[in-house]
């Protein structure tokens, strides 16, 4: 866990960094520079893109993860597998761009119809370029995550996209640019963001340009048919993320209204699953390694202790955003937020869910039962499609919430259920446990704390009694031994220095 712990703490940092700024972006200045209209669309572009992006990749990004291990020693370098991902990545893309242009017309024919849905039929043709640009960083940074440099990929997304997006926001708010031009500029800082990528990726000794040998074309079925497989996952999955928002531009009558508010919901709920992201980022490749030499001893002890401190740090930021609602709601500086803030605390409950059951979808996908993780993926799809099919309509916001939490919820406990009977691996143990009596007598203690009128100080001294309290059990008891150990050497220190 040495490896996982420096290069998670690192990325942890970038991510918290990161989010302070996306918070400081998406609360303080989108709510207060852009219409609920606006910050719709540019969700919704970046929800469809992502999606784009994954289809159109075709699944490369995993064969990378899965494959690469077996091509980077310096007698297999040169048998052009870089090549190869190049070729399928293009390939990929343009085969699916000229799809998405052959089926524009009834998109935007639909939408035209749809109230304050003009912003996409005006800017349809703007998700091309960043769907493009968002499938190269991905293929860049799973090069990157395969030889354990994907700490700058880490700071560009988190920090310098933001800090880009910082500068486009201030630049409407001293009205020097339109909406048009900041919808423009965003998308020429993500291909900053990718150049600068490129170049650091470009110079590792790890990764050949060569012509694809006769050996690497002999597995060319086996790399299609996983890519195949593992796009159809991945796609699904970045589907049940974002189909909530497509189903309320699609099922709702304000459209795009429904979909800046949902859409900032699920930004900040995003939260609660940063401590998975940070461990992601180095856990994945280690457990893509042990499937190599068939090490199921220490990727169930990497599953344990990543499920365990992901709920643990998970739980806690759900805490933070329940309690502190009315801070929340003070900051969206919209009243229209605060009708829907049960939305809030249901997708906040999804993702806290989802990060719990630690890294069993990804030890299914890197298995020899990639194919079952497709099956099941798709499914949820079809179940998340019916159930916003139903609910929306019913509960409009909350109905899009339920439905995503209802399909992570059920999604993990088959992932679960497979990794435990197949594997005899699973996350969960009496900490799992003592993290649940922790986090409900702290949520309470948090509630009925008494309120003070000014909306700051009441969010620090509630945050901070709370926080105390919570990481003071979690210590006592021991529940993470990672955890416990960086407060024992924090403690060790401070004690020094007295």
């Known amino acids: 866990m040495n490896l996982i712990r420096k290069q998670g703490f690192i990325n942890s940092l970038i991510l918290y960094a990161g989010t302070a700024l996306g918070f400081f972006n998406l609360i303080i200045l989108f709510q207060r520079f ?13 929800a469809i893109s992502l999606l784009y992006a994954q289809i159109s990749s075709m699944g490369i990004g995993n064969v990378i993860l899965k494959y690469f291990p077996y ?5 297999k370098q040169y048998n052009g597998f870089i ?20 089926f524009k017309y009834p998109i935007v024919d639909f939408y035209s119809r749809k109230q304050g849905a003009s912003l996409l039929v005006k800017y349809f043709y703007y998700l091309v370029p960043l769907s493009f640009l968002m499938m190269v960083y991905a293929v860049l940074e799973s090069m990157a995550l395969t030889v354990f440099r994907n700490v700058l990929s880490s700071f560009l997304l988190d920090v310098v996209l933001r800090l880009f997006t910082l500068a486009i926001v201030l630049l409407i708010a001293i009205s020097v640019i339109s909406y048009q031009n900041f919808l423009l500029i965003y998308i020429g800082a993500n291909a900053i963001v990718v150049t600068i990528l490129l170049i650091n990726i470009s110079r590792s000794k790890h990764f050949k340009i060569a012509p694809i040998s006769s050996d690497l074309l002999k597995e060319k079925r086996t790399f299609l048919s996983y890519g195949f497989f593992t ?22 009558k304000e459209s795009l209204r429904f979909v800046g508010i949902y859409g900032t919901f699920f930004s900040i709920a995003m939260i609660i699953s940063l401590p998975a992201k940070a461990l992601g980022r180095t856990s994945l490749q280690i457990v893509a390694q042990s499937w190599a030499v068939n090490d199921l001893q220490k990727i169930g002890k990497i599953y344990y202790k990543t499920s365990v401190v992901q709920m643990l740090i998970g739980c806690l930021l759900f805490i933070g955003l329940v309690i502190n609602k009315q801070f929340i709601v003070f900051l969206l500086h919209k009243p229209a937020y605060a009708s829907y803030y049960n939305a809030f605390i249901i997708i906040g409950l999804a993702f806290l869910v989802d990060m719990t059951g630690g890294l069993n979808n990804y030890i299914m996908n890197i298995s020899r039962y990639y194919r079952t993780t497709t099956l ?13 099919w139903l609910l929306i309509p019913l509960l409009g916001m909350s109905g899009a919430a339920i439905s995503y939490f209802l399909t992570i919820f059920v999604l993990n406990f088959a992932y679960f259920l497979f990794v435990k009977l197949k594997f005899g691996l699973q996350p969960f143990g009496i900490m799992h ?19 003070i009128k000014n909306q700051y100080l009441d969010m620090i001294y509630r945050s901070v ?17 990672d955890i416990s150990s960086v407060l024992d050497t924090l403690l060790k220190r401070l004690g020094r220095s007295k």
Request: with cysteine.
């Open 433 to 451: 446990l003592w993290i649940l009596l922790i986090s409900i007598g702290c949520l309470l203690i948090g509630l009925y704390l008494p309120a």
């Open 465 to 481: 009694i709370v926080s105390a309290i919570y990481v003071g059990l979690a210590y006592i008891l021991r529940i993470s031994e």
């Open 376 to 388: 099941y993926i798709v499914l949820g799809v079809i179940f998340c499609l019916l159930s916003n």
């Open 231 to 252: 796009v159809l996952s991945g796609s699904s999955f970045v589907l049940i993320q974002n189909l909530d928002m497509i189903m309320l531009s699609l099922l709702t």
């Open 83 to 102: 090549t190869l991902i190049m070729i399928w990545s293009i390939g990929g893309f343009a085969v699916f761009t000229f799809l998405f242009f052959l």
């Open 71 to 75: 091509h980077q020693n310096s007698n």
């Open 34 to 46: 852009l219409s609920i209209e606006e910050i719709g669309f540019f969700s919704l572009m970046i």
